[in-house]
């Protein structure tokens, strides 16, 4: 029974002392908590207003690459209206460098000139009239030599179409590879096929002589205006001004050319059947007027001899022409 007293002692003594010391200590202890309390808010508010600060760096160099953007695309706009004044109705000369051809814009003339007058003088041998046999020469000496230049013209632009997907894939491996853009169209001036292959040297010969690859670029859609090198102009031109990832944007400018190509093989497979029927349509005519000159000349004959005829004969012809022209427009789907 000794010890129970002591024991109680003892703690009681414990509690009196601590209690004591947490009279004593607590000021000092809530001051220090609220001293962290307050280090902490103000870690908290410095976090914060980094979090802030970043934040709102970010929105402004987003706002300031936008405007930059913006401000590019005005620009490129502005070029492209002043680009088109050039490229709607392009001169003789520049149609010539377009198609491939490397005679001068005087050699096509005297040889159209030539043509035109060997064509008058054989129909003036053949016997016809002189109003026709004009008109003969005139489709020889000028029609028929702008028209295979417009034709050879478009052959080279959709070559050129089919094969630029792949130029344009070659310097996006080449950009991921991290080599340089310019050694990229190099590479393309020196392995692509033709027509891209002489193209891009004239880029590569733009860019020696001082011109950026903007107005390199630009150099090229003048050379050949087609809407998938507008589109790759554009591309080069932002990223150049505005920076980027130009291998990504090149990578989907390659794929929507491909797809645009895809498209255009449908559209031009489903307007088979209709592009026949006008061909048949517009064809009719003339065969059955030719199989009746030969069948029966004297019974055709009339149109060619008396004046009446002539006069039917040229309405015909302009009607011919006005409905091919109707036809062609019908059939064909700008894409």
Same mark, same amino acid.
């Given at each position: 029974?000794?010890?129970? $007293? #002591?024991?109680?002692?003892?703690? #009681?003594?414990? #509690? ?268 009719? $005519? ?50």
């Amino acid at each position: 029974m000794s010890g129970l $007293p #002591l024991i109680l002692f003892v703690v #009681l003594s414990t #509690l009196s002392c601590g209690a004591l010391a947490y009279v004593l200590l607590q000021p000092r202890i809530a001051s220090e908590r609220n001293a962290e309390a307050r280090l902490n808010q103000f870690k908290r508010a410095e976090t914060d207003g980094s979090s802030k600060r970043i934040a709102r760096d970010r929105l402004q160099e987003a706002a300031k690459r936008r405007k930059t953007i913006q401000t590019s695309l005005k620009e490129i706009e502005e070029k492209q209206k002043e680009r088109s004044r050039h490229t709607a109705k392009p001169s003789l000369k520049r149609r010539m460098e377009q198609a491939g051809l490397t005679i001068s814009d005087r050699q096509f003339v005297l040889g159209s000139s030539a043509l035109g007058l060997v064509a008058l003088l054989v129909a003036l041998m053949v016997g016809q009239p002189l109003w026709i046999a004009g008109s003969i020469g005139l489709m020889f000496g000028y029609a028929m030599p702008r028209m295979t230049v417009n034709h050879l013209r478009k052959k080279r632009q959709a070559k050129f179409i089919d094969e630029l997907p792949n130029a344009i894939d070659l310097i996006v491996r080449g950009v991921k590879s991290g080599l340089p853009v310019n050694d990229t169209i190099r590479m393309i001036s020196t392995e692509a096929a033709e027509p891209v292959k002489s193209e891009f040297r004239k880029v590569v010969e733009a860019q020696q002589v001082g011109l950026s690859m903007s107005e390199a670029v630009e150099r090229l859609y003048e050379n050949m205006p087609i809407p998938e090198v507008n589109f790759f102009s554009i591309v080069v031109s932002i990223q150049s001004q505005a920076g980027g990832n130009l291998s990504e944007a090149l990578g989907n400018l390659s794929r929507v050319l491909r797809d645009r190509k895809r498209m255009k093989g449908k559209i031009q497979a489903m307007s088979m059947e209709a592009k026949a029927s006008g061909g048949i349509i517009g064809a009719l $005519p003339i065969v059955v007027g030719t199989l009746v000159y030969i069948t029966t000349p004297d019974y055709i004959g009339l149109l060619f001899t008396q004046p009446v005829g002539n006069l039917l004969l040229g309405a015909s012809a302009i009607w011919m022409v006005i409905g091919i022209v109707v036809m062609r427009q019908m059939i064909n789907f700008d894409f």
